[in-house]
């Protein structure tokens, strides 16, 4: 199984380009989630989704949309890039929408710098 | 805002010493979890225990949690250059279980 995949693994964005993270598991779970990794921050909760067609958002969303059409895919769209996005970005995954007893299976993340 | 801290930021031991680094977070919680990264790589799951427990053993690794105190440990014994990595504590909280929150991270250095 490849797991959480992340695409591309490294993107150099100009101010106000917009693009799209990719990330798909094949795991088949409920919870997909992106966080973004800044130095001296750990990790930020951007959006989640529990199911397929259901998101909502985390502690940080502002500038950032997802959608969940299927179990496998959930994409994270910058609107218009700004240099305060640079951070590397994570895709992670768990059986269950509720964490209870499942952990998350995390990709190896996309490395973003807007200049 | 960040639920978990952990304690110390940086750690520097010898190969063969023993490693604890601690966890204080602010709400009650469903679980707490801890998570080892990699350099330059994803988090990867360690263990997970849960608001009911009070002590949880994996290979090398053993976590506390005192709810009474909010706060976890993780020890990490006989320790190697290979637990060279960044460790991160999360907790599940009551009523937001959906939203994992992570602290900043303990920076662990095993020296050969």
């Known amino acids: 199984n490849a797991g959480v995949t992340q695409t591309p693994k490294f993107q150099v964005l100009k101010t106000g380009q917009s693009m799209t993270l990719q990330c798909a598991q094949d795991?088949?779970?409920?919870?997909m989630s992106w966080y973004r990794q800044d130095p001296g921050m750990g990790l930020r909760l951007i959006h989640y989704s529990v199911g397929a067609g259901i998101t909502d958002q985390g502690e940080v969303p502002n500038g950032y949309n997802v959608s969940r059409s299927t179990t496998e895919d959930f994409p994270l769209r910058l609107l218009s890039a700004a240099p305060s996005q640079t951070s590397v970005y994570f895709c992670?995954?768990?059986?269950?929408?509720?964490?209870?007893?499942?952990?998350?299976?995390f990709g190896n993340g996309t490395r973003l710098t807007v200049t | 805002s960040q639920q978990g801290e952990e304690d110390p930021q940086a750690l520097s031991i010898q190969e063969g010493e023993n490693a604890t680094m601690n966890c204080s977070y602010k709400t009650s919680i469903n679980n707490l979890q801890w998570y080892r990264q990699n350099s330059g790589r994803g988090l990867v799951h360690l263990i997970l225990i849960r608001s009911n427990e009070r002590e949880k053993h994996s290979g090398r690794l053993r976590v506390t949690l005192d709810t009474s105190k909010k706060s976890s440990s993780l020890l990490i014994t006989a320790s190697r250059a290979a637990d060279t990595a960044s460790y991160f504590c999360a907790t599940a909280p009551q009523g937001g279980s959906e939203k994992l929150v992570f602290g900043k991270g303990t920076k662990l250095t095993v020296n050969p």
């Open positions: 992670a995954s768990s059986r269950t929408a509720f964490t209870y007893n499942s952990p998350l299976h």
């Open positions: 795991m088949n779970h409920e919870y």
